[in-house]
Nanobody, 123 residues
């Protein structure tokens, strides 16, 4: 099974930026569509956005569109989530997920998940 490891989380002030990475254990990561999710305390997990296998298509939920950018480097088996203009309401544990069944997977289901990385945005 593919293992996903997120990194890059941390504490940032409102208006700042963070870049998260999702590294996969497989050399065939280009065969997986990838999505990003987040879960704030006491809230359900929320879909943030997705990227297609070849990186040519992306999808974002309205609350992050224009602020977040998903990209991927299949040569490095890594997907990125660039987060700009961060707001306190972006505070959450961020997860990446991957699935091989479709070119792009919006919301789910996903085959495998990472362990998450904490993002905290202070006001």
């Amino acid at each position: 099974q593919v293992q996903l490891v997120e990194s890059g989380g941390g504490l940032v002030q409102a208006g700042g930026s963070l870049s998260l990475s999702c590294a996969a254990s497989t050399r065939t990561f280009s065969s997986y569509a990838v999505g990003w999710f987040r879960q704030a305390p006491k809230k359900e997990r929320e879909f943030v956005g997705a990227i297609s296998k070849n990186g040519g298509s992306t999808y974002y939920v309205p609350s992050v569109k224009g602020r977040f950018t998903i990209s991927r480097d299949n040569a490095k088996n890594t997907v990125y989530l660039q987060m700009n203009s961060l707001k306190p309401e972006d505070t959450a544990v961020y997860y990446c997920a991957a699935d091989p069944s479709r070119e792009m997977v919006v919301r789910g289901p996903y085959y495998c998940w990472g362990q998450g990385t904490q993002v905290t945005v202070s006001s």
